[in-house]
């Protein structure tokens, strides 16, 4: 891997661009489950009874870290799938390996145009990363370009 | 079943570098959260929704993102544009001479009847200012576009402004919906021959329904 590739970051454009593609897409998650202290996220909580109602979101989704509401409520299906999301801060340099979260609960909609505020990251491979519209903070979750669905990480956004 | 939105309309950010285009998208803080991995991938669009005479809007908003440098701004950025914001720097002399150039390179490459906004940003360090208000007004006029002076960092006029291009761009399509009405001698018909796709997801029905 070359590593000035990764920093070579174009904008704006909707093409997968070279200096992505060694960056790895949330995988599905087979071992690796220390996901015990990220402190950029809230924890999973054990029960989801709280969250969810009727199969939807039972709250809006709104950023961690600034008031942007990312969703209404009752507009995401629940969606259980065990799946790395890259921490929304790295400590070491990118080119030195992706950190990630194994995370496994998440909020699904079929089109981006669900969401009320949402920010849509350059494509990295086959997906696009979620972030919050107005402070950038992220990624919260990912979208498949493949079929357009979206996926909203419960651990990363707040309820209210 | 509610319904995503009545209207998505798409908007572009142009300006020199450093005007604060950037900016003008956060809106609770100056400054982008820190976040290492999504800056060194970079944003492609953001979505806002907004609420115009009752009706759902949703905001697709491209920032050219550094591009504007090598000046590779052309026909594909401005595909399917139905508004753009147009920004400089008050603190700046060169870019707001520069938004000439930018008009020139809209009307080569955007749609026609694309709506435009000037922004006179960072009106926060009057201090440092480099072109007066007046000259703004003055550009704004001689080109027949709306224009305001802005701070991202102080929250000023940042979202007045995407109401009022907002706005412009929703008469135009609700006009020209009538028009299509009309010429059709009153039938009901689908607007989805046009750049500018009126999109009523849900509603699903046509010109004349849209019109609430």
Redesign the interface.
């Known amino acids: 891997m070359k590593e000035s590739d990764?920093?070579n970051?174009?904008?704006?454009?909707?093409e997968v661009t070279g200096g992505?593609e060694s960056?790895p897409a949330p995988a599905a998650v087979d071992e690796d489950k220390d996901g015990a202290n990220f402190p950029e996220s809230t924890a999973e909580p054990a029960e989801i009874s709280d969250s969810v109602l009727d199969g939807k979101n039972m709250w809006a989704l709104n950023c961690i870290?600034?008031?942007?509401k990312i969703m209404p409520a009752k507009?995401a299906s629940y969606h259980v799938e065990e799946r790395a999301l890259?921490?929304?801060?790295?400590k070491k340099a990118?080119s030195e390996g992706?950190e990630v979260e194994p995370l496994s609960r998440w909020f699904m909609v079929s089109?981006?145009?669900?969401?009320?505020?949402?920010?849509?990251?350059?494509?990295?491979g086959d997906i696009?990363?979620l972030?919050?519209?107005?402070?950038?903070?992220?990624?919260v979750g990912w979208t498949d370009l493949s079929n357009k669905k979206c996926y909203i990480a419960l651990a990363r956004v707040r309820e209210t | 079943m509610t319904k995503a939105y009545d209207y998505l309309f798409k908007l572009l950010l142009i300006g020199d570098s450093g005007v604060g285009k950037t900016c003008v998208l956060f809106r609770f803080s100056e400054d982008a959260f820190n976040s290492t991995f999504i800056s060194t991938i970079g944003i492609d669009f953001k979505i806002r929704t907004i609420e115009l005479d009752g009706k759902k809007i949703k905001l697709q908003i491209w920032d050219t993102a550094g591009q504007e440098r090598f000046r590779t701004i052309t026909t594909a950025y401005y595909r399917g544009a139905m508004g753009i914001m147009l920004v400089y720097d008050i603190t700046n002399e060169k870019s707001f001479e520069n938004i000439k150039n930018w008009i020139r390179n809209i009307e080569e490459h955007a749609a026609p009847d694309v709506q435009k906004m000037i922004l006179g940003n960072k009106c926060d360090m009057n201090d440092k200012r480099a072109v007066s208000k007046e000259r703004g007004e003055q550009l704004a006029v001689e080109y027949g576009i709306r224009f305001l002076e802005t701070s991202a960092k102080a929250s000023y006029n940042v979202e007045e402004s995407f109401y009022i291009l907002s706005r412009d761009i929703k008469s135009h399509i609700d006009k020209k919906l009538e028009q299509q009405q009309s010429n059709s001698g009153g039938r009901q018909q689908l607007n989805n021959n046009s750049n500018n796709v009126v999109l009523s997801k849900g509603g699903g029905r046509g010109a004349g329904g849209s019109r609430g």
């Open positions: 990764v920093k970051v174009p904008g704006g454009g909707a992505h960056l870290f600034c008031p942007s507009v890259p921490k929304m801060k790295q990118l992706l089109d981006v145009m669900m969401f009320d505020n949402i920010g849509v990251s350059n494509a990295v696009k990363y972030t919050c519209a107005d402070c950038e903070m992220g990624p």
